[in-house]
């Protein structure tokens, strides 16, 4: 009967464990309806300027690139540091681009400026309305399991970026996170998203259950 209890309190321990880590991890929404909310340009020939209305809906940030690039970064506390918090988490945003169509990724970058990372691509944002681009991830994946997913080191965007650590160490600290146009022209951001998966309920169900038996049981036992 002790082994029993004890087995129960473990598990309830580790479903604990998973509902404070989800509490503790990154959880971010930005829909710019009053100002630039701490972005900038991403390249010294990017221009940023955030507009209060035509978003989906209100505020937006409008990026115009002439360098090979277009786009926005951050390095906000509340985006940066240690996402490993997280078994899964959800990035999206939405995007609009009269410039034909622009290859758009989504950039994490390791620990400081000196450091480059990892991009997830969102594909060629279209030109005719704003469009909502969404994935998921596990920041604790191997770079195998990372480029399986989809990912890619920053040399893919410049083959001078190889200042890169791997998938898993770059996520336990973070230093920025940018939406990048592959090339000249403008993008349209809006509505940028990073939370983590929400523990399904029955885990929580499972968790209190456990608890109550375990309460039931030691007042039985008395």
């Known amino acids: 009967m002790k082994k029993k209890f004890l087995g129960r309190l473990a598990v ?3 479903l604990c464990g998973l509902v404070s880590g989800a509490d503790a991890a990154i959880n971010y929404t ?3 309806d009053s100002d630039l909310s701490g972005w900038g340009q991403n390249t010294i020939y990017t ?3 955030w507009q209060p209305v035509g978003g989906n809906p209100g ?3 409008h990026t115009t690139g002439t360098g090979g690039f277009t786009g926005a970064y951050t390095n906000k506390d509340e985006l940066t540091g240690n996402y490993n918090f997280s078994n899964f988490i959800e990035v999206s945003v939405d995007l609009f681009s009269d410039s034909s169509t ?3 990724v989504i950039r994490f970058r390791y620990k400081s400026p000196a450091y480059n990372g990892w991009y997830y691509p969102l594909g060629d944002v279209a030109s005719s309305q704003w469009q909502t681009y969404s994935f998921e991830f596990n920041p604790s994946w191997s770079d195998n399991q990372a480029f399986a997913a989809g990912w890619s080191t920053d040399e893919g965007i410049n083959p001078s970026y190889t200042t890169i650590v791997s998938f898993s160490e770059t996520m336990s600290d973070v230093w920025s996170v940018e939406a990048r146009g592959l090339r000249s022209g403008n993008l349209d951001i809006d509505n940028f998203k990073i939370s983590p998966i929400p523990i399904p309920g ?5 968790a209190s259950g456990l ?3 375990i309460v039931y049981r030691r007042k039985k036992q008395n």
């Open 30 to 32: 930005e829909t710019w």
């Open 12 to 14: 309830m321990f580790f």
């Open 102 to 104: 622009m290859p758009t």
């Open 211 to 213: 608890a109550g038996v």
């Open 47 to 49: 221009d940023v300027e």
């Open 202 to 206: 029955a885990i929580w169900l499972f």
């Open 59 to 61: 505020g937006f940030l």
